[in-house]
């Protein structure tokens, strides 16, 4: 039963241009959502979150909008540069005083195309 | 600073032995966790830890065994090694569990 889905397995996008990368969840308790970027033989290093009280966070180059409705959330990179190819995982946790903890999403793998 | 550092990198296993997945932080972090990664699937836990002598099983345990003796330490013990635990193994830790959780690099284990 997986709760968080990245039904993208891949994605290759010209640099320069915008990256989206798409998740949807189906646990409707999730109220905090995260993005982990990972390099081949490296750990998930955390890149932004949102909470659900919120629809949208930007840093610098990287904006999560959060569509609670449609049980979805979205990564914007822009503008993509090469650095940026990785795996970005998806993860959501459910607030639950001093027990949270992170469900992944199997990640989509993005190429960045010099 | 190192940050999370699990050994070992690499290790192939024979069905049927044992052997402990090593991970140490420098952070003081109370909480630590343990993940497994399969080919094309999301990180799963295994077990967590809130703090030293607390452990408490996560998504998928069995066949794993965890201690926390010091708030630096959390090995992973895999006894009668098996082929469905062919994996990549993901140490965390985190200050709280509402905080983030920072990764080690991971030990890539091949049972045959």
Same mark, same amino acid.
């Given at each position: 039963?997986?709760?968080?889905?990245?039904?993208? *397995?891949?994605?290759?996008?010209?640099?320069?241009? @915008?990256?989206?990368? +798409?998740? %949807?969840?189906?646990?409707?308790? #999730?109220?905090?959502?995260?993005?982990?970027?990972?390099?081949?033989?490296?750990? *998930?290093?955390?890149?932004?979150?949102?909470?659900? @009280?919120?629809?949208? +966070?930007? %840093?610098?180059?990287?904006?999560? #909008?959060?569509?609670?409705?449609?049980?979805?959330?979205?990564?914007?990179?822009? *503008?993509?540069?090469?650095?940026?190819?990785?795996?970005?995982?998806?993860?959501?946790?459910?607030?639950?005083?001093?027990?949270?903890?992170?469900?992944?999403?199997?990640?989509?793998?993005?190429?960045?195309? *010099? | 600073?190192?940050?999370?550092?699990?050994?070992?990198?690499?290790?192939?296993?024979?069905?049927?032995?044992?052997?402990?997945?090593?991970?140490?932080?420098?952070?003081?972090?109370?909480?630590?966790?343990?993940?497994?990664?399969?080919?094309?699937?999301?990180?799963?836990?295994?077990?967590?830890?809130?703090?030293?002598?607390?452990?408490?099983?996560?998504?998928?345990?069995?066949?794993?065994?965890?201690?926390?003796?010091?708030?630096?330490?959390?090995?992973?013990?895999?006894?009668?090694?098996?082929?469905?635990?062919?994996?990549?193994?993901?140490?965390?830790?985190?200050?709280?569990?509402?905080?983030?959780?920072?990764?080690?690099?991971?030990?890539?284990?091949?049972?045959?």
């Amino acid at each position: 039963d997986q709760q968080v889905k990245q039904n993208s *397995p891949s994605l290759s996008v010209q640099e320069g241009r @915008i990256s989206i990368l +798409n998740c %949807d969840y189906t646990n409707s308790m #999730f109220d905090y959502f995260l993005w982990y970027k990972k390099y081949p033989a490296e750990g *998930p290093t955390f890149l932004i979150s949102i909470s659900s @009280i919120k629809d949208k +966070n930007e %840093d610098g180059r990287f904006t999560v #909008f959060l569509n609670k409705s449609a049980k979805h959330l979205s990564l914007h990179i822009v *503008p993509s540069q090469p650095g940026d190819s990785a795996v970005y995982f998806c993860a959501a946790r459910i607030s639950n005083f001093g027990n949270e903890k992170l469900t992944f999403g199997t990640g989509t793998r993005l190429t960045i195309i *010099p | 600073n190192a940050g999370v550092t699990q050994t070992p990198k690499f290790r192939i296993l024979k069905i049927g032995q044992s052997m402990t997945l090593q991970c140490a932080q420098d952070m003081n972090h109370n909480y630590m966790y343990w993940y497994r990664q399969d080919p094309g699937m999301g990180l799963k836990l295994i077990y967590y830890s809130v703090g030293a002598g607390i452990t408490d099983k996560g998504e998928v345990p069995n066949g794993y065994n965890v201690s926390r003796s010091t708030t630096e330490d959390f090995p992973l013990r895999l006894e009668l090694a098996a082929p469905s635990q062919t994996s990549v193994y993901f140490c965390a830790s985190s200050y709280a569990s509402r905080e983030t959780q920072y990764f080690g690099p991971g030990t890539r284990l091949l049972v045959l």
